[in-house]
Nanobody
Framework: QVQLVESGGGLVQAGGSLRLSCAAS????????MRWYRQATGKERELVAY????????DYADSVKGRFTISRDNAKNTVYLQMNSLKPEDTAMYYC????????WGQGTQVTVSS
């Protein structure tokens, strides 16, 4: 079955960096686009970043453009989210996502940015 396991979250000061990882299994990773979403307390889940199946195309929410970078390693079945210049408003649970007939989500990894 499809499994997505996020890691790399934590507590960081404003201006700091974190690198999130999402290890995928149960499907042919290299044939699916991947996404990172986030959900802050009391807010709707929002799309943060998208990467095409071969990594040639990426897209970002306006709020993270120029600060976050999505990448993937198809040999390792892993997608990453490098987050730089973090702001308190980036505080949220971050989820890895794949659309494979149905929507699949990981369990999430918490990112907390202190001011």
């Amino acid at each position: 079955q499809v499994q997505l396991v996020e890691s790399g979250g934590g507590l960081v000061q404003a201006g700091g960096s974190l690198r999130l990882s999402c290890a995928a299994s149960g499907f042919t990773f290299s044939t699916y686009a991947m996404r990172w979403y986030r959900q802050a307390t009391g807010k709707e889940r929002e799309l943060v970043a998208y990467i095409s199946l071969d990594g040639d195309y990426t897209d970002y929410a306006d709020s993270v453009k120029g600060r976050f970078t999505i990448s993937r390693d198809n040999a390792k079945n892993t997608v990453y989210l490098q987050m730089n210049s973090l702001k308190p408003e980036d505080t949220a649970m971050y989820y890895c996502h794949v659309l494979r007939t149905y929507n699949y989500w990981g369990q999430g990894t918490q990112v907390t940015v202190s001011s």
